[in-house]
C-alpha cells in the first residue's frame, strides 16, 4: 500500500524558517516526480513545487519561489521542503502527493500544519 506521511510543520513568525519532510512506502520512489501541494482554509489545493524523477529538476509556484527548495534523498524514500522566509499567507495545510494519472488522479499524505503568525 501506497503511504506518504508527512512531518515538520509547526507555528513560526514572519520570516522564520521550517523543513518538511515526507516519508515515502510503498512505491518506487525514485522513479517518480514529486511534489508539494499546500491547501488553507476556506481555499482549493495549491500548486507549491516539484522535483522531478530523472535528474531531480525543480519547479516553483511564483508566490514561494526564491524561499522554499524542494529536495529529494532517493536512498530514504523521502521528500523534503525548506521553507524559509515565512509569510502569514504561507499558513496552510501541506501535502506531499504523486501523481498516479496526473493531476486528475493524485496519492496523497495526512498533510502537516504550517502556521505563520506574529
Known amino acids: 500500500e501506497v503511504q506518504l506521511v508527512e512531518s515538520g510543520g509547526g507555528m513560526v513568525r514572519p520570516g522564520g524558517s521550517l523543513r518538511l519532510s515526507c516519508a515515502a512506502s510503498?512505491?518506487?520512489?525514485?522513479?517518480?516526480?514529486m511534489n508539494w501541494v499546500r491547501q488553507a482554509p476556506g481555499k482549493g489545493p495549491e500548486w507549491v513545487s516539484t522535483?522531478?524523477?530523472?535528474?531531480?529538476?525543480?519547479y516553483y509556484a511564483g508566490s514561494v519561489k526564491g524561499r522554499f527548495t524542494i529536495s529529494r534523498d532517493n536512498a530514504k524514500n523521502a521528500l523534503y521542503l525548506q521553507m524559509n522566509s515565512l509569510k502569514p499567507e504561507d499558513t496552510a495545510l501541506y501535502y506531499c502527493a504523486r501523481l498516479v494519472l496526473g493531476w486528475a488522479s493524485l496519492d496523497w499524505g495526512q498533510g502537516t500544519q504550517v502556521t505563520v503568525s506574529s
Open positions: 510503498g512505491f518506487t520512489f525514485n522513479t517518480y516526480d
Open positions: 522535483i522531478t524523477a530523472e535528474d531531480a529538476d525543480t
